[in-house]
């Protein structure tokens, strides 16, 4: 069974800090999607990493995939209120069609 | 912008009757998938579908569950026989392909099952 998790669980900040949230498997992935979760509403895909130390830039979010394709990480430089939401990573294994496996998630909130 | 259209919204069934969900997905996606949320946990995979087939599905997706294309649109969960346990925020997902997977996911169906 393929796990991914992720922390911290939680993270509370101020508007204008910067944070990393870690999503990490013993397992080798295919490909690693993050996404944000509104309270009552579906996943929302930010990205998708597929290549062992890819880096990716959204803005001021900067996604990284590890060597290994075993873990993952989520940088957000100088946090904004929008950016509150819950984080999750989701990973895709070759052998799944379409099957990905989610970590638990991370609950930012970054008040003004 | 396209997305993933879910009906119901909320949804409450006694025990033992059965009950539909109903997804339109993206129109030019071939790859379809549902998704349910217990409250409070995580996000877990229930079945993929790909050319009016099952390509592959979780343990928790049993002989109470299917899933159906009824025609170039729709795409349905049907939960035969529904257990309190089943209470849970079902997503409906599509991808224009499944490698990598990147699912765009509808807004859900909360079913409550009383």
């Known amino acids: 069974t393929q796990l991914l998790e992720q922390s911290p669980q939680f993270l509370s900040i101020q508007e204008g800090e910067n944070l990393t949230v870690y999503c990490n498997s013993s397992?080798?992935?295919?490909?690693l999607q993050w996404y944000r979760q509104e309270p009552g509403e579906g996943p929302v895909l930010l990205v998708t990493?597929?290549?062992?130390?890819e880096v990716k830039k959204l803005k001021r979010l900067t996604f990284q995939f590890g060597d290994a394709r075993k873990d993952s990480s989520l940088h957000i430089t100088a946090a904004q209120p929008g950016d509150t939401g819950l984080y999750l990573c989701?990973?895709?294994?070759?052998?799944?069609?379409?099957?990905?496996?989610f970590g638990d998630g991370t609950t930012l909130t970054v008040k003004p | 912008e396209p997305e993933v259209t879910q009906t119901p919204s909320h949804q409450v069934t006694q025990m033992g009757q059965e009950v539909i969900l109903r997804c339109v997905p993206i129109?030019?996606?071939?790859?379809f998938y549902w998704y349910r949320q217990i409250l409070g946990q995580k996000v877990e995979f229930l079945v993929s579908?790909?050319?009016?087939?099952?390509?592959?599905k979780s343990e928790i997706f049993d002989d109470q569950f299917s899933v159906e294309r009824p025609d170039g649109s729709n795409f349905t969960l049907k939960i035969r026989s529904t257990k309190l346990e089943d209470s849970a925020m079902y997503f409906c997902?599509?991808?224009?392909?499944?490698?990598?997977?990147?699912?765009?996911f509808g807004q859900g169906t909360r079913l409550t099952v009383v």
């Open positions: 990493v597929v290549t062992g130390g």
């Open positions: 129109s030019n996606h071939l790859y």
């Open positions: 579908f790909y050319n009016n087939e099952i390509s592959e």
């Open positions: 997902a599509s991808s224009d392909r499944d490698s990598p997977p990147e699912a765009f």
């Open positions: 989701a990973g895709a294994a070759n052998t799944n069609a379409g099957k990905s496996t």
């Open positions: 397992s080798v992935f295919s490909s």
